[in-house]
């Protein structure tokens, strides 16, 4: 489980996140919501800890995420897998060695270098960008994808990392709607089959409603709202949204979320 404990992170007087507490329960799909500015980057960068909190402390499995240091903390940055809106693939190189990368916190620093991944990881690698329908692209340079396709091949890099907690920052908000249903159903994937934890930044309340079990709502970096998504009211939204909520909550409708129909799972992956 993680746990978030008076979490608060300022940047010279402005608090980006103020006093947060929660609790994630293990195989959950929590989305974290709220309008831009409201402080969910931030929050999702301290759980990772590529940001650090000012306050507060983050426990996860009962170790004190916030008081770790060198290999116990590139331990934790690759149990706690991030997603980033626009990708961060090394664009000149190939696809499998973009999902290759998330084994590295697992091979010495020489291997790496050489480029020597061992046959296990790149079966691991291939098996991980089947799941998505990747797998022909594997030997294409990343920046040659579309940005739907990139989206898939970071999620698999995510995977391999065997993370226990996917930490999404907004990653389908470059992304058309048919892509932006096809990553959030491998999000869903992920969370579903292999009980991964997932944690997701979104900007739009619909396709939280229809993919998270549970919202976190932030405005001004507090939490302001922690519940499963029925119980978020319009009246709830609009606040939450302020002027927004109109655009936000009266969108395009959001395709069914369709990670049930998803192919079965290869066994490597899991492993
Ligand atoms: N590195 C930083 N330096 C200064 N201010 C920052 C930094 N990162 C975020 N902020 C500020 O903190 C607030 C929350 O930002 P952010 O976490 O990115 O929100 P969100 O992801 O919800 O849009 C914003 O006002 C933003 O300008
Ligand atoms: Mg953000």
């Given at each position: 489980m993680l746990v978030v404990e008076g979490l608060t992170c300022r940047f010279g007087t402005k608090a980006a996140v103020d006093n947060a507490s929660f609790s994630v329960q293990p195989g959950s799909f929590v989305g974290v919501i709220g309008r831009s500015g409201a402080g969910k980057s931030t929050l999702l960068r301290m759980v990772n800890r590529l940001a650090d909190p000012t306050e507060g402390r983050i426990f996860f499995e009962g170790v004190d995420v916030t008081a770790l240091r060198g290999k116990a903390l590139r331990q934790w940055r690759a149990r706690s897998a991030m997603i980033f809106q626009q990708f961060n693939l090394v664009g000149r190189l190939d696809v499998l060695t973009n999902v290759l990368m998330g084994r590295l916190a697992e091979i010495p620093a020489w291997r790496s270098l050489t480029q020597l991944w061992p046959d296990q990881d790149k079966a691991?690698?291939?098996?991980?960008?089947?799941?998505?329908?990747?797998?022909?692209?594997?030997?294409?340079?990343?920046?040659?994808?579309?940005?739907?396709?990139?989206?898939?091949?970071?999620?698999?890099?995510?995977?391999?990392?065997?993370?226990?907690?996917?930490?999404?920052?907004?990653?389908?908000?470059?992304?058309?709607?048919?892509?932006?249903?096809?990553?959030?159903?491998?999000?869903?994937?992920?969370?579903?089959?292999?009980?991964?934890?997932?944690?997701?930044?979104?900007?739009?309340?619909?396709?939280?409603?229809?993919?998270?079990?549970?919202?976190?709502?932030?405005?001004?970096?507090?939490?302001?709202?922690?519940?499963?998504?029925?119980?978020?009211t319009d009246h709830i939204a609009r606040e939450l949204y302020d002027l927004e909520a109109n655009d936000v909550i009266g969108g395009a409708p959001m395709p069914a979320p369709d990670a049930a129909t998803a192919p079965a799972l290869g066994s490597a992956a899991a492993a």
């Open positions: 691991l690698a291939m098996s991980a960008l089947e799941q998505f329908d990747m797998g022909q692209f594997a030997a294409q340079r990343a920046d040659q994808l579309s940005g739907g396709q990139q989206q898939r091949v970071a999620i698999a890099r995510a995977l391999v990392q065997e993370p226990d907690i996917i930490l999404a920052d907004e990653p389908i908000a470059s992304l058309d709607p048919r892509n932006t249903k096809i990553v959030m159903d491998a999000l869903l994937r992920i969370n579903k089959h292999f009980g991964i934890t997932v944690l997701c930044n979104l900007h739009s309340l619909d396709l939280a409603r229809s993919y998270c079990d549970r919202l976190i709502g932030m405005a001004a970096g507090r939490v302001v709202f922690d519940g499963q998504p029925s119980m978020l």
